[in-house]
C-alpha cells in the first residue's frame, strides 16, 4: 500500500521556520518525483516545490522562491521542505504527493498524503 506521511506542520511567526517532512512507503521511492502542495481555505490548491526523482532537479512557485528549500534523502524514503522567512499568507495545509514527473502540477500526481497545517501568524 502507498503511503506519504507528513509531519513538520505546526503554528510560527512571520519571518519563522519550519521543516516539513513526508515519509513514503509501500512504492520504490527513488524512481518518482515528490511535490509539495498547498490549499489555503477557500482557494484552489497550489503547486510549492517538486524534486526530481534523481534528485538533480528542483522546481518551486515564484511565491516561495529563495525562501523555501526542498531536498530528499532516498535512504530514509523521505523529502523534506525547509520554509524559512514565512509570510502569513503561507497558511495552508501542505501535501506531498508522488509522481513519475518533476512537476508542480498536481495533475501528474496519483498518491497523496493527508496533509499537514501551516499557520503563519502576523
Known amino acids: 500500500e502507498v503511503q506519504l506521511v507528513e509531519s513538520g506542520g505546526g503554528l510560527v511567526q512571520a519571518g519563522g521556520s519550519l521543516r516539513l517532512s513526508c515519509a513514503a512507503s509501500?512504492?520504490?521511492?527513488?524512481?518518482?518525483?515528490i511535490g509539495w502542495f498547498r490549499q489555503a481555505p477557500g482557494k484552489e490548491r497550489e503547486g510549492v516545490s517538486c524534486i526530481s526523482s534523481s534528485n538533480d532537479s528542483t522546481y518551486y512557485a515564484d511565491s516561495v522562491k529563495g525562501r523555501f528549500t526542498i531536498s530528499r534523502d532516498n535512504a530514509k524514503n523521505t523529502v523534506y521542505l525547509q520554509m524559512n522567512s514565512l509570510k502569513p499568507e503561507d497558511t495552508a495545509v501542505y501535501y506531498c504527493a508522488s509522481s513519475g514527473v518533476a512537476s508542480i502540477e498536481a495533475v501528474h500526481y496519483d498518491y497523496w498524503g493527508q496533509g499537514t497545517q501551516v499557520t503563519v501568524s502576523s
Open positions: 509501500g512504492f520504490t521511492f527513488d524512481d518518482y518525483a
